[in-house]
Every structure is written in structure tokens, then in C-alpha cells.
């Protein structure tokens, strides 16, 4: 969810939800604050442009592959050390790779700010890289890859979807990478990818919580504001072709207990000129899948209990084409063509009958309360802020998010519907278990 915000650079007042500052230093790192003084504690997060979409050809997973090798060593923090000066001083932390963004973030009291600002400086350009810290780490996120995605039927039903969504384009690729890819990771490979996209330039910085921009400036300039810049190179992406027929993938396994049906259907991002259509999927998603009240729900879960659970999600924030998708889980002897013939009944009578003024304005005001509980969770804001920006949104895109929800109509959501469910943009995708063979 992107959360609306009022500016602190003079835009013109409109909803305002996490009121954030903003500025720029030196060097080209942008800053986002977020004041939130319940308590004495801040979210730190820097978010860095570049992610598995980003791979170099025939290394996919390399960025994941160095976030991990982050957390190796610098001049100033051996190895292994970076997360346990951060848990004795109170604090947590962890890191995040997805297709178009690497994150990392702690979340510590307010009065050791500075201290994991100066760490995640240090590691920005001093780190170690030797055969000795990544050739080890390789073999840990190629036992990674075997526990989360080997093992696991739906992980690898997941990365058959996205290569029959994607013919061409990089969201085909796991984030985690192809095994055989991993295999081949060199320490070259990960110095030349850290010099690459790891600068002050290529980075942002949101820090929510008990603290203000006046009182996070001096801090910003004394760490990541010494960091010289330098030239970081365009994200070239290729373009996906156009898809004129449906596919549909069967996956058996005989790890599989519950089977699952998911549709998935090709989607404009919100990085698009017509972010109207964006903001439309958004909420269409919810007034379709979005929970216990949405239609997919009440028809197919509760009215003819063929599910056990039933979904809908778009993923807005993507710097290219993405995706809208529905997710299912028969209840016991259940087909799935039967799961799948109650989704496209709902599909038919959508694009039929349109949405009602009614469930659009339900729709609307609970995602409008969820924006304003979004505002408990310090994290929750940082994300909001660090996976728009990353993805060629604005901080006003984001100050602007209630608005915009609100200005969703009864025709733009019509209109986005008919546009995203076209049965020749769709994968549609089943995971089952092995056939037995007859016995007696």
C-alpha cells in the first residue's frame, strides 16, 4: 500500500497521514523522515535502486546473493559481527531483495541512530570481499534455495508461473536465482555488481519514528554524506512482447497435499503514464479478493463452499508491467476445474454487471482506515515510502495515495477490469498431487 503523507516542501495541504520531510544530500542521497514520537524508537531503512530484474545476464539471484554479503566484513566490523552489535545495543535487523529493490533496515532506540547509521555507511563502500567471505556464502544461499523453493511444491509452481508470464522480460527470473546460475557466482561477480549499484546516489534513506528531519540532518551529513558519488549506471530493462494467447501449466508433485489454483493476469504498474488505471486495480483487487466481504469470498467460499481460501492481489509497485492475480485452495474433493469454472462465472458476471456504487464505497472507506492504521507500524511507513520510490514513484505519488483512492469511480474500475481480465493475457497455473495407479 502506498499511504498518503503532507510534504514539508511546500506542496499544498491534502490528506495527510504519516506527514513526512524530505531532502537531498550532497551526494545525491535522498532522505524521507517520518516523525512518529510514541516512543522512543526509529525504523532505519536504506533502499538501494537495483534488484533481481537487475541481474547480470546469466547471474540471476546476484543481488540477493549480495545481500547476504553484506553482512561480511568492513575495516571497522569483522566478520559476523554486524547483527550482534546491533542486538546488544536493543536493536533488530535483516535486509530484503525483490525484483526492483534491495533494502536494509534496523529497528533500534532512538539514541543509537547514529551508531547503525555509521554501519550501514561503512558497509555501503568498505566492504571485505574476499574468496574467503563469499565463496562460504555461496554455498549458504545455494542451501537456501533448496530448503525454500526445492522443497517447497508451491515455491516451484510459482517459478513456473512467472517464466509463462514473462517470455522476455527480467520478472521472469526467481529472486533467489537458478540453481546453476548460483553455482557459477564468482567473487568477481559480486565485487563488480557491489561497485556497480551500491552508491549514496543509488540510495535512499527513510528513517521513521521518534526523531525529526532538522534532528536527522547533522546525523545524515556526518555518515552517509561523506560517501563520495559516482556514475551509476541506467536500469535497462528489456520489453516484455505482447501476449496473444493464453497458457495454462499443470505441475504434479508427490509432496502435494493440498492442491492450488492461481490465475494470473498481466497488469499496468503505477510507473506508467496512466496511473488512473494503477489506482483502479488497487481497488478492484480488494473489491474483489481483498477478504471475508470481497465477492470472490462470499460466492465461492462461503455461498458454495468449494474453498477453503480464496484471494486476490496486484502488485502496483513495479517498475514494469506487473501482474493481478487470484489465488485458491480447493476444500477436500473439490476439483480444481470446479474452483476454476466458480472463478470465471465471477470474472463474467464482473464485466457484465460492473461494480455497485455500494461495495465501491465499502471498498474504498476500508482501505482509506487501513492507511490510517498503516500509521502504527513504523516499518509499515518506511516500506510504503522505499518501494514506491525505488519503483519511479514520487513522494507526492505516495502524499497523494488517499486522494486518488478516493477519486476511484464506478467507470475506472469497470474500465480496469475489462482491461486486465482478458483471457489472452492470462497463465493459469494448477498444482496437484501424483496420480496413484489403481489398485485391487
Known amino acids: 500500500m502506498a499511504a498518503g503523507l503532507t510534504l514539508a516542501t511546500g506542496s499544498p495541504a491534502r490528506s495527510s497521514i504519516f506527514?513526512?520531510?524530505?531532502?537531498?544530500?550532497?551526494?545525491?542521497?535522498?532522505?524521507?523522515?517520518?516523525?512518529?514520537?510514541?516512543?522512543?524508537?526509529?525504523?532505519?531503512?536504506?533502499?538501494?535502486?537495483?534488484?533481481?530484474?537487475?541481474?547480470?545476464?546469466?547471474?540471476?539471484?546476484?543481488?540477493?546473493?549480495?545481500?547476504?554479503?553484506?553482512?561480511?566484513?568492513?575495516?571497522?566490523?569483522?566478520?559476523?559481527?554486524?547483527?550482534?552489535?546491533?542486538?546488544?545495543?536493543?536493536?533488530?535487523?535483516?535486509?530484503?531483495?525483490?525484483?526492483?529493490?534491495?533494502?536494509?533496515?534496523?529497528?533500534?532506540?532512538?539514541?543509537?541512530?547514529?551508531?547503525?547509521?555509521?554501519?550501514?555507511?561503512?558497509?555501503?563502500?568498505?566492504?571485505?570481499?574476499?574468496?574467503?567471505?563469499?565463496?562460504?556464502?555461496?554455498?549458504?544461499?545455494?542451501?537456501?534455495?533448496?530448503s525454500r523453493v526445492d522443497n517447497e511444491p508451491s515455491a516451484l509452481l510459482g517459478e513456473q508461473l512467472n517464466v509463462s508470464q514473462y517470455l522476455h522480460h527480467p520478472y521472469r527470473l526467481p529472486v533467489i536465482g537458478w540453481m546453476h546460475e548460483m553455482e557459477s557466482y564468482t567473487r568477481e561477480d559480486a565485487v563488480n555488481f557491489y561497485k556497480t549499484w551500491y552508491a549514496p546516489n543509488n540510495a535512499?534513506?527513510?528513517?521513521?519514528?521518534?526523531?525529526?528531519?532538522?534532528?536527522?540532518?547533522?546525523?545524515?551529513?556526518?555518515?552517509?554524506?561523506?560517501?563520495?558519488?559516482?556514475?551509476?549506471?541506467?536500469?535497462?530493462?528489456?520489453?516484455?512482447?505482447?501476449?496473444?494467447?493464453?497458457?495454462?501449466?499443470e505441475m504434479r508433485d508427490a509432496r502435494v497435499r493440498q492442491p492450488s489454483f492461481v490465475r494470473s493476469y498481466l497488469a499496468p504498474s503505477y510507473d506508467q503514464e496512466d496511473q488512473k488505471t494503477a489506482y483502479a486495480l488497487e481497488v478492484l483487487s480488494e473489491l474483489f479478493g481483498g477478504g471475508g466481504t470481497s465477492r470472490l469470498y462470499r460466492s465461492v467460499v462461503v455461498d458454495q463452499a468449494l474453498a477453503s481460501g480464496i484471494a486476490a492481489y496486484y502488485r502496483g509497485s513495479s517498475l514494469d508491467d506487473t501482474t493481478f492475480r487470484i489465488y485458491a485452495s480447493p476444500r477436500p474433493n473439490v476439483?480444481?476445474?470446479?474452483?476454476?469454472?466458480?472463478?470465471?462465472?465471477?470474472?463474467?458476471?464482473?464485466?457484465?454487471?460492473?461494480?455497485?456504487?455500494?461495495?465501491?464505497?465499502?471498498?474504498?472507506?476500508?482501505?482509506?482506515?487501513?492507511?490510517?492504521?498503516?500509521?502504527?507500524?513504523?516499518?509499515?511507513?518506511?516500506?510504503?515510502?522505499?518501494?514506491?520510490?525505488?519503483?519511479?514513484?514520487?513522494?507526492?505519488?505516495?502524499?497523494?495515495?488517499?486522494d486518488r483512492i478516493s477519486a476511484v469511480s464506478i467507470e475506472d474500475i469497470n474500465n480496469a477490469a475489462k482491461l486486465v481480465f482478458d483471457i489472452r493475457r492470462s497463465v493459469t497455473a494448477k498444482l496437484l498431487p501424483e496420480e496413484t495407479e489403481p489398485t485391487g
Open 19 to 146: 506527514n513526512p520531510e524530505t531532502f537531498m544530500l550532497d551526494n545525491g542521497m535522498q532522505v524521507v523522515v517520518i516523525p512518529n514520537h510514541r516512543a522512543p524508537v526509529v525504523a532505519h531503512w536504506v533502499w538501494y535502486r537495483v534488484g533481481t530484474a537487475d541481474s547480470p545476464l546469466g547471474k540471476s539471484g546476484l543481488p540477493h546473493f549480495l545481500e547476504h554479503l553484506m553482512f561480511k566484513a568492513t575495516d571497522k566490523i569483522p566478520q559476523g559481527e554486524f547483527s550482534k552489535i546491533i542486538a546488544r545495543n536493543g536493536g533488530n535487523d535483516n535486509a530484503v531483495t525483490s525484483y526492483d529493490f534491495t533494502a536494509y533496515y534496523q529497528m533500534i532506540a532512538r539514541d543509537r541512530l547514529e551508531l547503525v547509521m555509521g554501519m550501514e555507511a561503512d558497509r555501503m563502500v568498505n566492504l571485505h570481499l574476499t574468496d574467503e567471505a563469499v565463496l562460504p556464502e555461496r554455498d549458504v544461499v545455494i542451501e537456501e534455495r533448496r
Open 204 to 249: 535512499i534513506l527513510v528513517v521513521a519514528g521518534d526523531i525529526t528531519a532538522d534532528e536527522l540532518r547533522p546525523l545524515a551529513e556526518r555518515t552517509y554524506g561523506q560517501i563520495p558519488a559516482r556514475d551509476v549506471p541506467a536500469r535497462v530493462r528489456v520489453t516484455e512482447p505482447p501476449q496473444r494467447a493464453e497458457r495454462r501449466i
Open 335 to 402: 476439483s480444481l476445474d470446479d474452483i476454476e469454472k466458480a472463478i470465471n462465472e465471477q470474472i463474467a458476471t464482473l464485466l457484465a454487471d460492473g461494480v455497485t456504487e455500494d461495495e465501491l464505497a465499502r471498498v474504498k472507506k476500508r482501505m482509506l482506515a487501513d492507511a490510517v492504521y498503516a500509521r502504527d507500524s513504523l516499518s509499515g511507513a518506511a516500506r510504503a515510502f522505499g518501494a514506491a520510490l525505488t519503483t519511479g514513484q514520487t513522494v507526492d505519488d505516495v502524499e497523494a495515495w488517499p
